[in-house]
């Protein structure tokens, strides 16, 4: 069965500091990976994963994918408040099907 | 704009009764889904489709049921066997690739 484990569950901080959020997987046939930011209701895409040691990068945020170690980072730097949110991490396995973790709820501390 | 309309966005049932969860996109996706999501728990596929008139069982198919008449509308039914229908639906669809287009959610609430 696949599996996906995000850490921290939760994290505060404080506004213009950097986090790191965490997920690793344990998939059969890893095809992707996948982060999501849930503000309220819809997720919203951020990046998808394919290949190790490649950045993909947007403004503030960033990731990257170990697929030796099997598990992928999310940092957000110099934080603000619109950033709280709970980010999804999921993957895709060879059955073509996505598994999500359980997210990582962030929030931001004026 | 394109987008994925779920509705209605709050939901009461009395247990017993069966509801139905709407669930419309005009992105000319060929694949659309269902989860679910509960407190401390990942997104759960429910149903999905990846062609009209087709669908398969996710992960935690009992209880609920589908049926994708048209390439626009993937509805969802939750009957009076799902146990612990409580939770918040969430509604995707996708161009075939494995990124998705997320609705805003349905909650639903079993009196």
């Known amino acids: 069965e696949d599996k996906v484990v995000q850490s921290p569950l939760s994290l505060v901080v404080h506004e213009g500091d950097t986090v790191t959020l965490n997920c690793s997987y344990e998939v059969t046939n890893f095809r992707s990976l996948l982060w999501y930011k849930q503000e309220k209701k819809a997720p919203t895409f951020l990046f998808m994963l394919?290949?190790?040691?490649i950045e993909k990068k947007s403004g503030r945020l960033s990731s990257i994918l170990d697929k030796k170690e099997l598990f992928s980072i999310l940092n957000i730097t110099a934080t603000q408040t619109g950033d709280s949110a709970i980010y999804l991490c999921a993957v895709e396995g060879g059955n073509e099907k996505l598994t999500f973790g359980t997210g990582t709820r962030l929030t931001i501390i004026p | 704009d394109g987008g994925i309309t779920q509705s209605p966005k709050y939901l009461f049932r009395k247990e017993g009764q069966n509801v139905t969860l709407s669930c419309e996109q005009n992105l000319n996706h060929d694949a659309m889904y269902w989860y679910r999501q509960d407190p401390g728990q990942g997104l759960r596929l429910i149903y999905y489709?990846?062609?009209?008139?087709?669908?398969q069982k996710g992960d935690i198919a009992e209880g609920y049921s589908v049926s994708r008449e048209k390439k626009e509308s993937f509805p969802l039914t939750v009957t009076s066997a799902q146990k612990n229908p409580t939770a918040f639906y969430l509604c995707a669809s996708s161009s075939g690739a494995n990124v998705l287009t997320f609705g805003a959610g349905s909650r639903l609430t079993v009196l």
């Open positions: 394919t290949s190790s040691g």
């Open positions: 489709s990846q062609i009209v008139n087709d669908f």
